[in-house]
């Protein structure tokens, strides 16, 4: 069966720490893969994406990922989180940007 | 960017009436658009795939007759929740992709919260 789990419900770092959201997948085949991220009432943004070619992507606001076929995962990162990253981040998974497959999403609050 | 557009952003109705919400693509063509729902602290669940100039195809489990969508142009499709009741009442998020030759993103509406009562 197609999904994406997201391990981690809600994360807290501190402003200007590190920060990985985990993201895995199950896909019969090549999967399209996305990050989104969704303010409070609001709907959703594109942060990147991989399709194909190099199994890291980056993105807006500083974001990364990397595309691990063996692990089946598409890791977010970004080297040092401001305050203004808070949101929910949600992985999605598809044949083509048409019909995607969401996580659960990861609730990431900062702290000063 | 391409930007796509709801109205209304929030709506509060009376359980039994109807509701509809619009999804509008301002700066391009989408010949297929999809509506989402989102319940609270949850991910979103495709509902439907709406076809421009056809049926709309539904998921497993959504209520064809409940959730009626139309999409009359290139640039709007509506989703009316009939005979709303309170446990329709949830986010409701639309998207659609550039039908250009090459277009591979999705882009978001920015949601509909519906509050039935």
């Known amino acids: 069966a197609q999904s994406v789990t997201q391990p981690d419900i809600h994360i807290t770092v501190s402003e200007g720490a590190s920060l990985e959201l985990r993201c895995n997948y199950s896909y019969g085949a090549t999967p399209y893969l996305f990050w989104y991220v969704q303010s409070p009432g609001q709907g959703l943004q594109l942060l990147l994406k991989?399709?194909?070619?190099?199994?890291l992507v980056q993105g807006i606001k500083g974001f990364e990922a990397e595309f691990k076929r063996s692990q089946s995962s598409f890791n977010l990162r970004k080297p040092s989180v401001h305050w203004s990253d808070a949101a929910e981040y949600f992985c999605a998974v598809g044949h083509n940007t048409d019909k995607l497959i969401f996580g659960t999403g990861t609730r990431l609050q900062v702290f000063p | 960017g391409a930007v796509v557009s709801q109205h209304p952003s929030r709506v509060i109705c009376k359980s039994g009436t109807s509701v509809k919400i619009e999804c509008r693509s301002l700066d391009f063509q989408a010949t297929t658009m999809f509506w989402y729902r989102q319940f609270p602290k949850q991910s979103l669940m495709l509902m439907a795939t709406s076809n421009e100039g056809s049926k709309a195809t539904y998921e497993q489990g959504v209520e064809k007759d409940k959730f009626l969508i139309n999409h009359a142009s290139l640039t709007l499709s509506t989703l009316t929740v009939t005979s709303a009741h309170p446990e329709d009442s949830s986010f409701y998020i639309c998207?659609?992709?550039?039908?250009?030759?090459?277009?591979?993103?999705?882009?978001f509406g920015q949601g509909t919260r519906l509050t039935v009562v």
């Open positions: 991989y399709f194909s070619g190099d199994t």
């Open positions: 998207s659609a992709r550039d039908s250009r030759a090459g277009g591979t993103e999705a882009f």
